[in-house]
Structures are given as C-alpha cells and as structure tokens.
C-alpha cells in the first residue's frame, strides 16, 4: 500500500506540475502575442508600380517597440530597377496617447541609386534613413512619412551617375467610424542629386482625398487615395493599398 500509495502521490505532483507549466505557457504566448505585431499590404500606384510591404513591432515596454519592415519594390516598375529591394529596423516611441514616433534605417538592394539602373544589381545599393509619425485618435488619423534614399556604392558607367531622392507624404482624415475614414493626401518625390545631378528635380507632386475601410478591432483594411499631380507636364495621381494586421 505505501508503495502504491507514494506512486500515486507521484503521478498528482508530476501532474500538477504539468499543469503548472501548460499554463505559465500559455500566459507567456498570450504576453508574446500581445507585445508582436505585424502587418502585410499590397500597394499599386502610377509610378512604383506593384510593390508587396511588410511591417511589424516587439514590445519592450508599453511606449517603447522594437521595429521591422521591408518592401518588394521589385515587383512593379522596380524590376528594371534590379529587382529593388528595402529592408530596414528602429524603434517606435509613444510619444503621447495615439501618437508614435518611428525613426528606422533601410538598406538597398538593386542598382536604381548606385548606377541609375545601368549598372549591375547589388547588395548596398543605398541606405534610407527614415522617421515615420503616425497619429490614431477616436475621430482623427494622420501620418507623416520623411525618407532620404541615399547611394552608398558608385556603379554608375563613366557617362551615367548615381541617384539620391527625397521622398516624403502627409496624410490626415476624419474616422467616421472604425469602419470607414476619409482625409486628404500629400506625397512628394525630390531627384534631390547624384554623382552627375547638378539641381535637384520634382518627379511628382500628389494631392488629393482618400477613403479607406478596415474591419473594426483591426484585420482587413483597404485604401485608395487618388487627386492632382502639381508637377508640371504631369496629369493625375493614384494610389491604391489593401492588407491585413495580425
């Protein structure tokens, strides 16, 4: 009888243990879970074309995340551009309630910066420094976006010349609801030099509204921003944006 007994006793401890350590799992997925975000999107507009992007965060603390993202450049316009990649990290601050403040740097892959496409297709193709600002309020929605793509690498053939380009957009709406927003849209892309540029040159001036639907409580979002181009010799814009937060 001990001998069964003390068995017994055994398999309750070992199974309580177990039990134990199923739920400090669990708890532990679910903090996991909580701290790690990620977020995918296809966009398509007039200039880069078709371009897959991909985003995500960990949490260290509730206002400090660790950041990631990358875009597949080379899947629209860009494949001439050496299959155009960017893959970048930082960290993203919560400077307020609903506002964030995301300073990151990218890295480049292609020939767009090192050789204005005539030259071969390289990792350090360029960096891109870049701070993104991004305001979610219960009615109000904004973001600001600032990049310098900037060649780190000279490929360019003797009669060509690397690129540098300034690209930055602003947007600001109204959340009707969490399902439905509408604001207005700003982007700009600056040729802002090169090896051989001597003054810097607008490629695109954008202006106009956008409306956007996403699930409410996050999930499936779409967006589609559309307007003027104030560049001269330029007509219209689009810009059209679907993809899902984990």
Known sequence: MKNRFTLKSAMRVT???????LSSITETLAQEEKQFNFSVALNSDQFFGFYPTFQGSYGFSEKTQFTFYGIHWGGGTAAAWGNWTEFGIGANFQAAEGLS???QLGVLSGNLLSSGTRGPAIFGDGIVPNLTVNLLKEKIEGQFYYGYYAPIRDKAPSNGTTLAYTHYWLNLGFR???FFSIGAHYEQ????????????????QWLGPYVQFAKPGGGPFARFSFGTDLVEGNDSFFKLTTGFSF
């Open 15 to 21: 199974f309580l243990a177990a039990l134990c350590a």
């Open 101 to 103: 403040i995301n300073p």
């Open 176 to 178: 009707a609801s969490e």
């Open 189 to 204: 892309l600056i040729n802002s030099g090169g090896s051989n540029v001597e003054t810097s040159t607008d490629v695109y």
